[in-house]
């Protein structure tokens, strides 16, 4: 039993890694869509990854060893973060090891070696990158932890499979810290993965980047990985969103038939977010950094109003 | 008795009622003069909706009225008259923003929180399943006056006296089921009443002195009058 | 033979003092302090660590009288958990502190003559601070506790000659005083209800509600001062730079964590009973402190006074997590009480671990490039590998990411917050998130803040020539620091068999532990339970690492070679050092949106060459808001006392008679 749990949770983080490039794929085609072109294949960042893991890399000559570890880790860390978030199935052994404050920490580690590869170089365009995805992330991290501690106060543990498990075999309920809690979380998600208005993933201007102002000396095979970390993040993101606040359909056994009928529930459920998301980044325009504090302040609020909500209202009702 | 064992109306007065604090904090905060009307017309409308669901599941039919009544001045007739005010005082694309948007929202929160441990004793009583909303009318009514303290536009403040009103209006529909016919139509044209007279008043002042920054009434004061 | 804990730990404050001793020849022998002093020091070190985790294994209570002290109040020790943890902080540090100074004091026998001063009053700092961990009764305490404060103000004057670091001893000093008052004071209350000094005596004294509050303010204010808690800190950030840099590490690291010793001794276990008023404080204070502190070491561009205001965010968490020990104790949950207690327990090691590591890195760099300034560095890692390794270590256990040891410690706390729903009361338990909320936003702002020391010291290019010259450092001073870099992964890897070690200090103290911390096996942390929560730190480490050798293997095959070139810029000329980003650079976007937090002085001005010059201080509000208010009182009341001041023999006589004369009929 134990084993079947194990390897389900090793083949739930490789369908991360296999799907991470298509979430991004269909996002990019629904956009070119809405913007009245015809776009590429939804395959093509397999394409690209392919390619760039063919290509030669190549380091600046005042780049460190930490340079080249960096995008290892930086992966590798994403990865177990998102190996960790409930996929098709709730029993799962690295949920168990890793709750949601530790895949928030896995995920701060990615950052903190994407940064300081960004600084590496000393190049004035990633040390800007690095500057300001610290500055994003010490406002969208509190934010995030705040957003998951709502539905921790509920559930009554941090763990994302309990979580859900709590959801599930309890009646739906409305509950108004829930709404705020995504809410906010949607927001940081939004920031976190760099997208419009915060960041804009299809930049082609330095002084606005900020993910890409912090990858911009990587080539070749390091470069892939760090792409597909990025990637990582995003359905990380997405599933989040998808599987906690609506567990539904997730398989909370073995099943091999739930576990199928998991997967296809949360690739719909995914393709949706890819929608909601391919259409506010066509209907928004990127902020100004300094408009990104009051964005993330936002944030802040609904989910401290989420918690407060939570006390006030459905406690003792 | 837990959230999950209450029916699914007063689930969803809950729900509205939180969002009603949110459009609080949004109307506090909302640099853009329209924007905030705008944020104070939801606010109305949530809290009519408030009203109606505590009409339909509780058995107050002379709710109904009363939600109607919110929905006609306070989502349709006062907004449209601010609406129209700041379209000739020429202030569609004013904007005031806050000087310490974060400390105002630390304030506000802790307001929530004040306002939270002064009805505790209220919760503690048996009453209707509502009555956890009114912690967050008092916080609506705190915040609005809070609002109307920082906020030195005058159209704004009146947004802030009105959002009072619309805490004290979810208070009474929360607390009690709401206030008998003849007080709350009462109220309802004071509001009007007063709605007009601000408009009087905004023009006047906009006249006097070209502006309707209320600071600049300072100058009105004796001290300042020796001093200059 | 058995040797008794309480021996060894004898023989640690032996030894310590044996240290100071012999350092006295060392004017005349320079090399003793390297040869025999300092291996004392290591020794005495590894002697604490000895009695500590003797006293931790073993458990139980040792307690003896000294033949020292006054007739009727003989000094008296005791040995139990707490003092055992403390003793282990304490020997850990000092043992690295021990190994790293040999190469460290090297510099000094060339420089300055006052090596007897160094060593001598090192020696007598650790005394001091062995001794006020082992104290049984408030007069040993108060010695002893003063015997640290006084050394280490020497230690603080070591580079006297420069005028900012006497004006920063003065102030440790006076500030040192007015908290050792306060806590006099408070065993002044303790002993007046408990019938002596002894520390027993207090635990049995029946303390009413008031008469508690008077005597927690007071241990609050004296201990929280010495730990440096805003706004009590302003010291802090003075006096830790201005010391050598290994003593440095033994005041951020240890001496604050002695203060934090003293609080939990007087709170915890002497007044013995818990309010929420106390806590609402403790957590208020703790919040602001680590707010503050992460936010003003943000803004710093000397890497040791960096280091100095990180120190008072790491004291801030830990009072965070002592408020909701006292907060879920007062509220009768005995067990999510112990699980806050254990994070401040655990907290309090790790930062004292990584902190010395720090600052012994810090010391490193200072060594070799005589630089403290963060502006000047760049690109150090090439040029001094190991200690770069080992600061890198040290910037991701401060910045509490997995799986190193300061996310093990906040972690824990989060999970005591997290309890808040247990709370009966409505109003705490919305308070309670918010604490966490600030935990959240310390947490990702000291993650950036390491990111900009690492960033811009040891990463990029050398932005000046003395830097440039940077060589690797004795190896002496990469021991030491190696020690430190090891702990922390160990502290970080192996949470459940600390724990399990750490769980005899609430045992005793709170009467309760974490049965369940381990109850799952070594490889799972669960403090309260499976289903709440858990947190595999090995497995975690273990996938971290199979994971990277298999992408290294995968990818890189060998270690492909990767071909250099110039950086590509976006095609931008090749970057100078010029071109890189400075710390206050990266800082910027912080320091504007926290703009009203700081004093921000900002401009530019022309230079005569006709260049500009752009210039950025960032002050201390604490000092406006404060400190010069209080100095100005303090004034204002000296200049009426001034008036008794007439110069004639007599009337100064006359006073005299009068105060005698009213103090007699007082105490008649």
Redesign the interface.
Request: no cysteine; hydrophobic share 75%; proline share 3%.
């Given at each position: 039993m134990m084993f079947i749990e194990w390897l389900l949770a090793f083949v739930q983080a490789l369908l991360y890694v296999a799907l991470a490039p298509l979430l991004v794929g269909w996002i990019r085609t629904l956009k070119a869509r809405l913007q009245n072109r015809r776009g590429p294949s939804v395959l093509q960042s397999y394409r690209d990854l392919y390619k760039l893991f063919a290509k030669e890399a190549r380091m600046a000559h005042s780049a460190s060893l930490l340079f080249r570890a960096a995008p290892y880790i930086v992966f590798v860390a994403t990865w177990l973060a998102a190996a960790a978030v409930p996929f098709v199935t709730t029993s799962l052994p690295t949920a168990a090891m890793a709750d949601v404050i530790v895949i928030a920490g896995l995920l701060a580690l990615a950052r903190f070696f994407l940064a300081l590869a960004a600084m590496d170089v000393g190049t004035a365009f990633g040390g800007m990158g690095a500057s300001r995805e610290m500055f994003v992330s010490a406002l969208a991290e509190p934010a995030m932890l705040m957003a998951v501690f709502t539905l921790a106060m509920t559930a009554h543990s941090t763990n994302l499979a309990s979580m859900m498990d709590y959801q599930l075999f309890n009646d739906p309920v409305l509950r108004p810290s829930y709404m705020f809690a995504l809410a906010g979380l949607v927001l940081v998600a939004v920031a976190e993965t760099g997208r419009i208005p915060i960041d804009n993933p299809a930049t082609h201007l330095e002084l606005t980047m900020i993910h890409e102002a912090m990858i911009l000396e990587y080539s070749g095979r390091h470069l892939a990985l760090m792409e597909w970390a990025a990637q990582l993040k995003l359905l990380l993101y997405g599933v989040l969103l998808a599987n906690v606040f609506s567990p539904t359909g997730i398989a909370t056994t073995t099943d091999p038939g739930a576990l199928g009928l998991a997967l296809v529930v949360v690739m719909f459920k995914l393709a949706l977010l890819g929608v909601a998301l391919a259409i506010s980044e066509t209907v928004l325009a990127k902020m100004r950094l300094f408009r990104a504090p009051a964005f993330l302040n936002l944030a802040l609020l609904l989910t401290l109003l989420g918690l407060l909500s939570h006390v006030i209202l459905e406690v003792g009702v | 008795?837990?959230?999950?064992e209450?029916p699914?109306l007063q689930?969803?007065t809950?729900?509205l009622?939180?969002?009603v604090?949110?459009t609080s904090?949004a109307l506090l905060e909302q640099a853009r003069l329209v924007a905030a009307i705008h944020a104070f017309a939801w606010q109305g409308l949530l809290v009519a909706m408030v009203t109606a669901i505590v009409a339909a599941s509780g058995g107050y039919p002379h709710l109904f009225f009363s939600a109607a009544l919110t929905l006609g001045l306070k989502v349709l007739l006062i907004p449209w008259m601010l609406h129209r005010l700041v379209h000739r005082l020429q202030l569609d694309r004013h904007r005031e923003p806050l000087r310490?948007?974060?400390?105002i929202?630390m304030a506000a929160?802790a307001l929530?929180?004040f306002s939270?441990?002064l009805v505790?004793p209220l919760?503690q009583q048996e009453l209707l399943?509502t009555r956890?909303?009114v912690?967050?009318s008092l916080a609506v009514v705190l915040i609005g006056l809070l609002m109307m303290v920082i906020r030195a536009q005058a159209v704004v403040q009146v947004l802030g006296f009105m959002s009072i009103e619309n805490g004290l209006f979810l208070a009474a529909v929360s607390a009690t089921g709401g206030m008998p016919l003849v007080v709350e139509l009462g109220v309802a044209f004071d509001v009007l009443v007063a709605m007009v007279l601000f408009g009087v008043f905004f023009f006047q002042i906009s006249e006097s002195i070209d502006s309707l920054d209320v600071d600049r009434l300072n100058s009105l004061t004796e001290r300042a009058e020796e001093e200059s | 033979m058995v040797i008794s804990p309480l021996l060894l730990a004898g023989v640690a404050v032996a030894l310590a003092l044996l240290s100071a001793l012999v350092s006295l020849f060392s004017a005349r022998l320079p090399w003793l302090l390297r040869r025999v002093v300092t291996p004392l020091f290591t020794l005495a070190g590894l002697a604490a660590l000895a009695a500590g985790l003797g006293t931790l294994i073993q458990g139980g209570v040792a307690v003896t009288q000294l033949p020292l002290g006054l007739p009727w109040l003989p000094w008296g020790v005791r040995l139990d958990a707490l003092s055992g943890f403390f003793l282990c902080l304490i020997g850990v540090v000092s043992f690295a502190v021990g190994l790293y100074s040999p190469g460290y004091v090297r510099s000094f026998e060339k420089e300055c003559g006052s090596l007897p001063a160094l060593g001598g009053f090192s020696g007598l700092f650790l005394t001091g601070m062995l001794l006020v961990v082992l104290a049984d009764d408030a007069f040993l305490f108060m010695v002893a506790w003063e015997l640290m404060s006084l050394s280490s103000y020497f230690l603080v004057a070591f580079h006297h000659n420069q005028a900012a670091n006497r004006r920063a001893a003065f102030l440790y000093l006076l500030m040192a005083h007015i908290g050792g008052l306060a806590i006099l004071l408070g065993y002044g209350v303790l002993a007046s209800f408990g019938d002596g000094f002894a520390f027993d005596a207090m635990r049995q004294a029946d303390l009413s509600f008031g008469w508690a509050s008077v005597a927690f303010v007071l241990a609050f204010v004296g201990f929280g001062m010495k730990a440096g808690l805003v706004p009590l800190h302003a010291w802090l950030p003075e006096a830790h730079p201005a010391a050598p840099s290994h003593i440095s590490a033994l005041m951020s690291g240890v001496m604050l964590k002695v203060a934090v010793y003293g609080f939990i001794r007087v709170v915890f276990d002497l007044i013995g009973q818990f309010h929420w008023q106390w806590s609402v404080a403790v957590l208020a204070i703790g919040s602001v402190s680590a707010l503050m502190g992460i936010l003003y070491a943000l803004m710093q561009n000397d890497l040791k006074r960096l280091l100095a205001y990180s120190s008072v965010e790491n004291i801030g968490i830990i009072f965070i997590a002592l408020g909701l020990a006292m907060l879920f104790l007062s509220t009768g949950h005995p067990v999510v009480g112990s699980v806050a207690f254990v994070a401040a327990l655990y907290h309090s090691i790790n930062h004292a671990v990584f902190k010395s590591l720090l600052f012994m890195g810090a010391g490193a760099v200072l060594h070799t490039t005589h630089e403290r300034d963060l502006e000047q560095m760049g690109g150090l890692l090439r040029r001094m590998p190991w200690t770069g390794l080992f600061f890198l270590v040290g910037c991701i256990s401060i910045a509490a990411l997995p799986p190193f040891n300061g996310f093990v410690s906040e972690w824990l706390t989060f999970q005591a917050a997290l309890q808040a729903w247990q709370l009966d009361s409505g109003v705490l338990r919305s308070m309670v998130p918010i604490v966490a909320a600030v935990l959240a936003i310390t947490g990702a702002l000291a993650a950036a803040c390491f990111v900009k020391v690492y960033g811009v010291a040891f990463l990029g290019q050398a932005r000046s020539r003395h830097v440039r010259r940077a060589r690797k450092v004795p190896f002496s001073m990469r021991l030491g620091q190696g020690v430190l870099a090891l702990m922390c992964l160990l502290l970080g890897l192996l949470p459940t068999a600390f724990i399990d070690l750490l769980n005899a200090v609430p045992q005793q103290v709170l009467g309760h532990g974490l049965a369940q911390a381990s109850a799952h096996g070594w490889l799972w942390l669960t403090p309260i339970s499976a289903e709440t929560a858990s947190y595999g730190a090995p497995l975690v480490a273990i996938i971290l690492v199979i994971a990277l050798m298999l992408g290294l293997w995968l990818l890189g095959r060998g270690i492909r070679r990767v071909r250099r070139c110039d950086a590509w810029d976006c095609g931008f000329a090749p970057p100078t050092p010029a071109m890189q980003y400075t710390a206050s650079a990266f800082a910027q976007p912080i320091r504007r949106v926290f703009g009203m937090l700081f004093h921000i002085d900002e401009g530019s001005e022309p230079q005569p060459d006709g260049r500009w010059r752009y210039y950025l201080n960032v002050r201390d509000r604490a000092w406006g808001l404060f400190y010069l208010p209080v100095a100005a009182l303090v004034e204002r009341a000296s200049r009426q006392v001034v008036r008794l001041q007439s110069g004639n023999i007599r009337t100064y006589l006359g006073w005299t008679l009068a105060t005698l004369l009213v103090l007699l009929w007082l105490t008649a």
């Open positions: - | 008795m837990s959230l999950g209450l699914f689930q969803l809950l729900v009622a939180a969002v604090l949110f904090f310490r948007p974060a400390l929202t929160l929530v929180i939270y441990w505790l919760v399943f956890n909303i912690a967050v | -």
